[in-house]
């Protein structure tokens, strides 16, 4: 079934439609003349035509427009949509392209931004994220590029973060810490229709090696930052470890390197911590095993060395969690520091005896043949000697070669 072409005009005065999770077909017609809709929510159906432009017109009340789990494509919306009291906006697993609206920054009361799985492009412009209200930013499983925007670094109510599986690039902001994540309100409170869209409003987040869904009082108190599989290099900035409230937080499948900072010490609320797939160096910090919450725990493929320590919550993680780190050792991977440390000493020795040998036979061969240079310039006699058995060595060749 599809929705009505003149669904609009017949429910001019409709202040909350909800139609997700069934098999709507088609497009979704114009709803300019609906003035009074504050919620509309089509989510989970076969809706797979562009968005027109004229969909929500002049919907200045409008607070919440969830459209995802379809098909539709064409550019992102909001086109020229007045959009000032928009609160959430959903357009999840569908395949709007282009760039990201910069048509969002008039919606200065956005809460949730969702525009994961989709085909769109380009590098975040600047302000773009920088509502103060912004607590769920879902950008994952798209292709932007550039650096990751700062805005991020100044939202007082931020705690979903997800801008995993894109092309972003350069080095994690230095800017992140507690003062900038606070306490976090009832999220919903204030929101119309409390004992509808509220409650069912949630959120999808990667965490403890799965995917989660958050609603309700799990969704206020949940908070997470999910970077994984980008292109970001740099050293991890210690700063990030002054996030105290922070549950989970994944960096892992980038080109981080450097080692991992201590300062994560204090993210005692810590449940999720994935750092695998970098190129980190360095030993594990001991005060990781203090976090007593951390319940999902992997540095697997980087290049960490030392010994594990076998104590608290690191104690009680599989091999699996520190595998690809050759130079690790500890009870937990089954392998012998002292064996570890005998085989890099081992691989010292050789590389100190080859050095060794090399820079002795080049250090023999400079002496040798600036002495002689030095001979030829400083010595008159023996440059003379040197010149007359050199022509008579050319003398004697030429007469050889001579038909």
């Not at 023996?382 to 050199?390: F, G, H, V, W, Y």
Request: proline content about 5%; aromatic content about 12%.
């Amino acid at each position: 079934m599809s929705i009505p072409t003149n669904f609009g005009s017949i429910f001019q005065f409709l202040d909350y439609c909800d139609m997700s999770s069934n098999r709507l077909y088609g497009g979704i017609p114009s709803l300019a003349e609906a003035t009074s809709l504050e919620v509309l929510d089509l989510s989970s159906n076969n809706l797979n035509e562009e968005i027109l432009p004229t969909l929500i017109g002049n919907l200045s009340i409008l607070t919440s427009l969830l459209l995802s789990n379809n098909d539709l494509t064409g550019p992102m919306p909001p086109f020229h949509w007045n959009l000032g009291s928009l609160k959430h906006l959903s357009l999840e697993n569908n395949r709007f392209s282009g760039w990201l609206s910069p048509l969002l920054s008039n919606s200065s009361n956005l809460k949730t931004l969702n525009v994961r799985n989709n085909h769109l492009s380009g590098i975040i412009p600047d302000g773009l994220l920088s509502f103060q209200q912004l607590g769920v930013i879902l950008l994952g499983g798209n292709d932007f590029h550039g650096p990751i925007p700062l805005d991020l670094c100044f939202n007082n109510y931020l705690h979903f973060v997800d801008l995993s599986n894109n092309q972003f690039s350069g080095e994690i902001p230095n800017c992140f810490y507690n003062d900038f994540w606070t306490d976090l309100p009832m999220y919903f409170n204030d929101d119309p229709f409390s004992g509808n869209i509220t409650e069912r409003m949630s959120v999808d987040f990667t965490t403890k090696g799965e995917n989660l869904t958050y609603m309700g009082e799990p969704l206020v108190l949940m908070t997470g930052i999910d970077l994984s599989m980008n292109q970001l290099s740099g050293a991890i900035p210690p700063p990030l470890g002054f996030l105290r409230q922070l549950k989970s937080l994944n960096l892992s499948h980038n080109q981080l390197v450097g080692p991992i900072p201590e300062t994560f010490m204090y993210m005692q609320d810590m449940e999720s911590l994935d750092l695998s797939y970098n190129h980190l160096n360095g030993s594990l910090p001991m005060q990781l095993a203090n976090l007593s919450f951390l319940c999902s725990f992997n540095v697997a493929y980087n290049n960490l060395s030392g010994e594990i320590p076998f104590q608290q919550q690191l104690g009680t993680f599989d091999e699996s969690a520190f595998e690809g780190n050759d130079n690790l050792c500890g009870e937990i991977i089954n392998k012998n520091c002292s064996s570890v440390l005998h085989q890099n000493q081992g691989v010292f020795d050789a590389i100190d005896t080859s050095l060794v040998f090399w820079s002795y036979v080049f250090g023999c061969f400079a002496l040798g043949f600036w002495g002689t240079v030095a001979l030829l310039i400083w010595d008159e006699v023996c440059r003379r000697r040197l010149c007359d058995l050199m022509d008579a060595l050319m003398f004697k060749l030429g007469w050889e070669f001579v038909p």
